[in-house]
């Protein structure tokens, strides 16, 4: 059973490095064509940003599948939240990418200015991107810290481009509307750089954060899980139809009604002094998660109901 889940593990860490290479493919191809005012390059982002859509939906089927139908212990299930939380880091990276690719279209071939600055933002964060998930795989929270700090590089380049363009717009007023276009694409590139962060930080708390879980707790874990479970039969083994989607929403009801009350509970053993913050921060991760599987078997009941109905 363990061996199947390592194998399972595994197969986590190689999604993951394989989506980022994909946040790192549409980083650079957005990069260039910025720097050489190619609308049709740009054009190619947008089916590189469904592509990364598509891995995080597979790396979420995959992280739920890990909780629902394994037993991961405590380290197990860190690195499986943390892995849920960046798989959303990088799919908002594809968003930018592609909203970067946009603005690209409406600059009309106009090339842009602040280009060096722009460059350097677009290798800090593909670097920040690639660096960030290998230190996820590896545990590697000396990597994490690295890039963390790389955020500032590209934080400082931000605010450079914005008093350059800021300068541009008050001795050409006409020019307002591109130098704003600039902006944003600026903006999309430390938003960027802010997801590699967030994602080395999941990092550092999956080695750091040595936490153990009452009793209580672990029987609330196992009641979400089966909850969950129940959701998923239901899912898989009746035919899509309104009976059984007012089901799934009765259970996807029931998941949300447990996780307040669990909440309360949480919050109640925090000001007595009963948990760690860090336990219960972790905790209240752990119930947002079991909290999304509820809302996305609902969307999925809803959309093959929907297709039925169709």
Do not use: W
């Not at 982002?45 to 037993?71: F, H, Y």
């Amino acid at each position: 059973m363990r061996s199947r889940f390592d194998e399972q593990l595994a197969l986590l860490n190689k999604e993951m490095i394989e989506m980022g290479a994909l946040c790192e493919e549409v980083i650079a191809l957005a990069s260039k064509a910025l720097t050489e005012a190619d609308p049709e390059l740009a054009q190619r982002v947008a089916p590189l940003d469904a592509e990364i859509d598509q891995k995080e939906r597979n790396i979420e089927s995959l992280c739920l599948k890990l909780l629902l139908q394994q037993q991961p212990v405590a380290r197990d299930l860190r690195q499986i939240s943390a892995a849920l939380k960046m798989i959303t880091d990088m799919e908002r990276i594809g968003d930018q990418a592609e909203d970067i690719a946009e603005i690209i279209q409406f600059l009309a071939g106009r090339s842009a200015e602040n280009d060096d600055l722009l460059r350097e933002m677009a290798l800090s964060t593909i670097h920040m991107v690639t660096e960030s998930v290998d230190a996820y795989v590896k545990h590697d929270t000396m990597l994490a810290e690295t890039v963390i700090a790389e955020d500032d590089v590209v934080d400082n380049a931000f605010d450079e481009v914005k008093r350059r363009l800021i300068d541009k717009i008050a001795a050409h007023p006409d020019d307002g509307e591109y130098a704003l276009d600039l902006l944003m694409i600026a903006k999309y590139f430390e938003r960027i750089g802010d997801h590699a962060m967030n994602i080395c930080e999941y990092t550092n708390m999956i080695k750091e954060k040595q936490i153990t879980f009452s009793k209580e707790v672990i029987v609330q874990i196992e009641q979400m899980k089966e909850v969950c479970c129940d959701a998923l039969d239901l899912l898989l083994d009746n035919q899509a139809n309104s009976e059984s989607l007012h089901s799934i929403e009765s259970i996807e009801q029931k998941i949300d009604d447990m996780t307040e009350s669990f909440r309360k509970g949480q919050i109640d053993r925090m000001q007595t002094g009963k948990c760690s913050d860090e336990g219960c921060v972790l905790y209240s991760e752990m119930l947002t998660d079991f909290e999304r599987i509820g809302d996305h078997i609902l969307n999925i009941g809803q959309e093959v109901t929907g297709s039925v109905d169709d």
